[in-house]
């Protein structure tokens, strides 16, 4: 469906917001910074606002989150903000994004060229998600209920950090390995996604800046997207094709589970360097249940880009607001 005047100017201003948030630096948008741009956008689009504080958290056993959190001297913020349409709703979504306002790898640090400089971007995903809340607070989209969540927390190392080999347990029961505390963003999904999925929505769209393996694969001008819905991905490609943004869809590859296997506890976090985005994808569809349409973007090579620098001196993308939006008004 097309889009009015009016429509894309709180679309631009969706992106425009995504874009100053992956933007800001690291010392200049925490958590808390994000937890107050969040209530902020509640409060200017009517939007329900919950800010969950790290002792909620604990009471909710979201011991995957809470570890990634646990290395910083910053508290964790778990932002979950709701517009509800006027009259009854005939479908219920929840849009999840990654909100890492920091991640230096903990004990696995980023060394070499790994860019731990930039890693003020790796809250894209969370970017997207409340540029998306801004833009449909405005465009209020009749009969769909939208939950839109954000875990976000720095990954930090100090005296309290989680060490490689210490296991957790999730908010679902499950118990993970943590072999690589810098594949921590999944960590924190894992939370996130099981909190979305008590929320009983017919439809999860998780985006996230999850793993360099998908730059590899797909570059930075193509998202990857994991489904375990073939009908939603397609939906979700044609959006993106619509709102110009490129998304490929990637194999759910069943026998890549293996990578996951701990000796130890339920699975690890990471499985072996190939298809390491597929099994990042795979470690994901364990957090939530199985009757509901799931999407997973990794926006991690499209969220930013060295292209433009003239007109877009930040480099900040705001990849995944125009698709989701898109996404929304067309189903």
Known sequence: SSISFKESESLCEGVEFARRLVAAPPNSLTPLDMSIKASEIGESQDLEV???EKAKCEELKM???LAVAKGSDLEPKFIHLIYRPQGPSRRKIALVGKGLTFDSGGYNLKV????IEMMKYDMGGSAAVLGAARALGSIKPKDIEIHFIVAACENMINGSAVHPGDVIT?????????NNTDAEGRLTLADALTYAS???PDTIIDL??????CVIALGNDVAGLWSNSNDLAKELVLSGKKAGEDIWQMPLQRS????????IADMKNTGPRPGGSITAALFLEEFFDKEINWAHIDIAGTCWTDKNKGTNPSGATGFG???LVQWIKDI
């Open 170 to 178: 999730a908010s679902n029961g499950k118990t993970i390995e943590i």
């Open 198 to 200: 008590k929320l009983k």
């Open 208 to 213: 996230a800046t999850l793993t360099g393996a």
């Open 63 to 65: 011991g995957a989150y």
């Open 321 to 323: 607001v125009r698709t």
């Open 50 to 52: 919950n800010i969950l």
């Open 256 to 263: 890549y589970k293996d990578g996951l296997k701990s000796h």
């Open 112 to 115: 070499g060229a790994s860019q």
